[in-house]
């Protein structure tokens, strides 16, 4: 969210915004035009209505999952990667059916996918200790234990892939609603995944390293802050299986995730509008009254049915008779800022020993987690440069103070920091940077701490039905996926809709 624009919601006390002017009539207002606010539509579009808007206060739509692009590609500015769809995701599945990158039937066990959108290899390493490792985790220079301690834990994450709990669920689904409710499962969102891994007997530091870069990747959050339950969601819920790819092959694209927005947005053309910053919401006995700032003045929408698909912890501030239990789940929401940076290359640069370039390349120590490179899945292999796109989540210090470096380091500051970084993998990188573009992104994901992704206060956002409010957005989930942010759009819609049949 623009902090400038998510400035003037916190401040709306003291620097009122001027009152409605104009009144215009909606079915269905969905305020949020990420992932989940675009499902929404799309679901809507695709069962035949017709009589709904989508806002969004900044100047296009896509949220977390916006790209650039630059004369030679496009790149992401946040979410780059999808793992090949599980047996429940069915709403992916129909999206990427529709979108002709799953070919054939969505619902195949091991469907075929555009090999366009398979991530091509090598698809990741890891730099460590001057060298390049291929995968994730690091092979080399590694005693007999610890690599016996590696093999037992993938056999574990394998177990728990297939497990189901006493319910017939399996333990980690994804989307995570679907999961099982198993209490002696659940259970492990009482601790942390560092807590879990040493109750297990697993004390290998490259372990714990892919541990904490897992829960800083995917939650922006040290492991150690991490829920079990969250952590090992990430290992045991993608099982997903291609009859044309390996089973940890992911689905990626110049521009990240950005094309999967795209076609979800696609549905809801004409029907979006941007520059749109939701103010003030009001639930009236027959309809909402939504005020919105609209370039420099207020208009005031009457909507039949509401999908708030934005993040939770700003309804509370626009929302003045928000119920009480609902506005202290809202607030109960912790986030984490990410500095996400775009390097423009005139070359592609100076390698160091081992594995080569992949499209992921991660840093074993270091503040960011490394990069991935936008032209990787271009066929044309002579181009004349390339872009990195360098992801850092501020973990290592509490949120609000992350937030505060985030806004006052000044760009220079963190452009350096970058380099230094970068420099120390590929040594010609200053020379090569053409242009280096900084994404601050102070709330940016829900972190998923203990307690927290099967606690009291999130369950009662998901429980949330309003005669016309109905909640959408990843935050409901507890942590931001593509996939929970679609099933969480998705079901919102189907709420609204038929409430709406009822009215
Ligand atoms: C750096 C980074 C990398 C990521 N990488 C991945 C990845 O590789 N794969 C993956 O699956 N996920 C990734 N994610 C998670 C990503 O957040 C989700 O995939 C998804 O994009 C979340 O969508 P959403 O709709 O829930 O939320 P958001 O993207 O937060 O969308 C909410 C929308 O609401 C709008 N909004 C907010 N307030 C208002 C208001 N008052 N009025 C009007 N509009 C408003 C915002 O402008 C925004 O567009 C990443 C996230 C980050 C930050």
Same mark, same amino acid.
């Given at each position: 969210m623009s902090h400038a624009l998510g400035h003037r919601l916190r401040d709306l006390a003291s620097q009122p915004l001027p009152e409605p002017a104009e009144t215009r009539q909606t079915g269905i207002l969905i305020v949020g035009g990420g992932i989940s606010g675009l499902s929404s539509a799309w679901q809507l579009a695709r069962s035949g209505g017709d009589d709904f808007l989508v806002l969004d206060m900044e100047s296009e739509p896509g949220g977390n999952s916006r790209a650039g692009k630059s004369p030679l590609v496009a790149y992401p500015w946040g979410a780059h990667y999808l793992p090949l769809p599980t047996a429940e995701s069915t709403w992916v599945r129909e999206l990427l059916a529709e979108l002709n990158v799953l070919q054939g039937d969505p619902a195949a066990e091991q469907p075929r996918y555009d090999e366009r959108y398979l991530c091509a290899t090598p698809q990741e390493r890891v730099y460590r200790h001057g060298l390049w490792d291929d995968g994730l985790l690091p092979q080399r220079a590694i005693d007999a234990d610890e690599l016996a301690q590696q093999k037992r834990f993938q056999q574990c994450i394998e177990t728990l892939k297939h497990e189901r709990g006493r319910d017939g669920r399996?333990?980690? #689904? !994804?989307?995570?609603?679907?999961?099982?409710?198993d209490p002696q499962w659940l #259970? !492990?969102?009482?601790?942390s995944f560092r807590q879990w891994l040493l109750d297990n007997g697993f004390t290998a530091p490259t372990l714990h390293w892919l541990a904490n870069y897992a829960c800083r990747d995917?939650?922006?959050?040290?492991y150690e802050q991490v829920s079990a339950w969250a952590g090992l969601h990430y290992f045991a819920s993608r099982s997903g299986v291609a009859a044309n790819a390996h089973a940890d092959s992911v689905l990626t694209a110049p521009e990240g995730n950005a094309w999967l927005m795209r076609g979800l947005a696609a549905r809801a053309a004409g029907r979006i509008v941007s520059d749109a910053l939701v103010w003030r919401i009001e639930e009236g006995k027959h309809e909402v009254a939504v005020d919105v700032l609209l370039a420099g003045r207020s208009v005031r929408f009457l909507a039949r049915q509401v999908i708030w698909a934005a993040p939770a912890f700003v309804l509370p501030r626009v929302w003045p008779a928000m119920p009480g239990e609902l506005r202290a789940a809202a607030q109960a929401v912790t986030y984490a800022p990410w500095l996400t940076a775009n390097l423009h290359l005139s070359d592609f640069p100076e390698e160091r020993r081992g594995a080569a370039p992949a499209w992921d390349n991660v840093f074993y120590d270091s503040p960011g987690l490394g990069y991935v490179v936008a032209?990787?899945?271009?066929?044309?292999?002579?181009?004349?440069g390339t872009v990195f796109t360098y992801y850092r989540a501020l973990?290592?210090?509490?949120p609000a103070e992350g937030r505060r470096l985030l806004l006052e380091t000044p760009r220079e500051a963190w452009a350096e920091g970058i380099l230094g970084e970068l420099e120390r993998v590929h040594p010609d990188i200053r020379r090569l940077c053409t242009r280096l573009d900084l994404f601050r992104n102070a709330h940016a994901m829900s972190r998923p701490l203990p307690?927290?992704?099967?606690?009291a206060e999130r369950q009662r956002l998901v429980a949330y039905v309003g005669r016309r409010m109905h909640l959408a957005h990843a935050d409901l989930s507890g942590f931001s996926l593509f996939e929970e942010a679609q099933y969480r759009g998705v079901m919102a819609a189907i709420q609204a809709r038929r409430n709406l049949r009822f009215q």
């Open positions: 399996r333990l980690f #689904a !994804l989307p995570m609603e679907l999961s099982s409710r #259970a !492990l969102d009482a601790i995917d939650y922006g959050t040290a032209t990787h899945q271009l066929i044309r292999r002579h181009l004349g973990h290592d210090v509490p307690g927290t992704v099967w606690g």
